[in-house]
């Protein structure tokens, strides 16, 4: 992406200096708008933390930016009705399979279509484009009844297995593999005897790593964050992945103002975490992602 | 060499085989299950009956619908016009590369697109509870109001709460594509226009936002897939109910209700694609109006 730079250095140089210099007002107004930005970016994070550790009668009498010594309460509190824990271990193995599920069928697609010039290629690359316009909803109603047919309405195959079609992530490293898996990589292995598939999985996947794990995260935190299915398709409290189970507490201990903050942080914390560790390649994958298209 | 991989091409089924069985089987058929049952009274137990287009007749005259369409449209709108003109600007300031903080501002922007839509609707309906959320508790301690407001009280607040929601998980969002956007344009391209004297909001009108036409086109078209779609923030804000007088009520919120609730899936089924059509007429209308302002 990096064109020529500026040709005419000391002169821009010059002209930023001049800039810097003259702008003083305006760069101070705008360093505040962005600073009151990030500010409300975050309060709601912040008091959700905060209102985490207070226990209902501070809560429902008074405003407070500082932490209580309840969080401990409304943990036990929380634990004596729901077991949040499952919740929590049920996000981590429906949002992890379907990653990697959706991550290893997505690589052995897009490698088809990359290295591959086989007849029909480009109208079944158009059409998997095109179901990404379709939205989800629309399949809510029949994946219902086929779940309930199959037997496997309230089961994690549910979750799992439509989300293993993800044609976002074959579009995406399909770009990422004809930019950086060159053909003669390929002719090699076959020259050296190498079966197709043994070549894939020993060859082209290793080098896709860094692609895939950006992708992985950034698909990895959808999932989690999935609501709508998983509310539709499973019925029993045990099943239900975390945001589910913590919005449905809403519903049922609606007045226990300490424990529904505490839920909502216990949802939202991971998020928080892997945000802080991964925060520049999931903006880049977002970034790379919406540019090629 | 060359014979060799040619003789190798069909490989290209197998691998991409496992994809389009699992579509065909859990996307495919489902969308065209959810086709047929729409012209069916299907209630989930009994055989569905087939009702020809009687469903369809019924939604586009069902009241409800219209009323769910309409709160769906105006939360998007309220919230998809500054979502994008806002975030372009911001995009425009962050691309300056004298600006300090530019990947602390990104990330921190970013960040609400990440968090669980149903959990920061939750989280919003406690802040914004009458007695106990902690907005009306500053408030009054500030001095702004001396009584608690009942703002889930308010229907167009109600709306409006749900726009604001979606302000705050996407500016971030089309911010990063806005800049990735910026930079493929050519810097000489702006330096130039700089030593010719242009002020830097004039290049933002003339070269910036001309330039990234077709990014703002792809925007729209996926935040109107997007807003079509919007059910996980209203039903949590809401604890399902979608508020007073249903006005944080959306197409989805509606869909879910008959659907899963009253059991009426053929009727959700219809409502599903009457949905389906409005998106690809939305879509079509803001790809004419982006290609129609480009020609003048």
Known sequence: MQTAKSIEQPNAAIQHYASTKRLTLGKVIIYMLLTGLAVICIVPFYLMIIYSTHNNATIASTFTFLPGPFVADNYLNMASKINIWRGFANSLFIAGTSTVLSLYIGSLTAYGFAKFKFKGRTWLFMFLLATMMVPGQLALIGMYRLFSTLGLLDSYAAIILPAAANAFNVFFIKQFMESSIPDEIIESARVDSAGEFRTFNQIVLPILGPAISALGIFTFIGSWNNFLTPLVLFFSLDKYPLPVLVALVQGYYGMDYGLLYLGVAISILPIIIVFAIFSRQIIGSVALGAVKG | MFAKSIRKDHYGYYFIAPFFIIFTIFGLYPILYSLYISFT?????????????GNYVAVLQDPLFYKTLFNTLFIWGVSVVPQ??????????????????????????????????????????LIFDWQSGGLNHFLVQVGIIDDPINWKNDPWFMRL???????????GYSMVIYLAGLQGIDPALQEAAQMDGAKKKHIFIHIIVPMLRPIILFQMITSIIGGIQIFDQPFTLTNG???????????????YNVAFQSTRFGYGAAIAFCLFVIIILLSVVSFIMTSRKSRS
């Not at chain 2, 995009?91 to 697109?113: M, S």
């Not at chain 2, 109910?241 to 869909?255: F, K, V």
């Open chain 2, 41 to 53: 009274n299907f209630d989930g137990i009994t055989t569905p009956e087939f009702v020809g287009i």
């Open chain 2, 84 to 125: 994008l003109t806002v975030s372009l600007v911001l995009a425009f300031i962050l691309n300056d590369k004298l600006l300090k903080g530019r990947d602390f501002f990104r990330a921190v922007y970013f960040f609400p697109n990440i968090v669980t839509a149903a959990s920061l609707g939750l989280l919003v309906s």
């Open chain 2, 161 to 171: 709460i749900v726009s604001a929601i979606l302000f705050f998980q996407y500016f």
């Open chain 2, 241 to 255: 109910s979608g508020g007073p007088d249903r006005a944080a009520m959306t197409s989805i919120m509606y869909l």
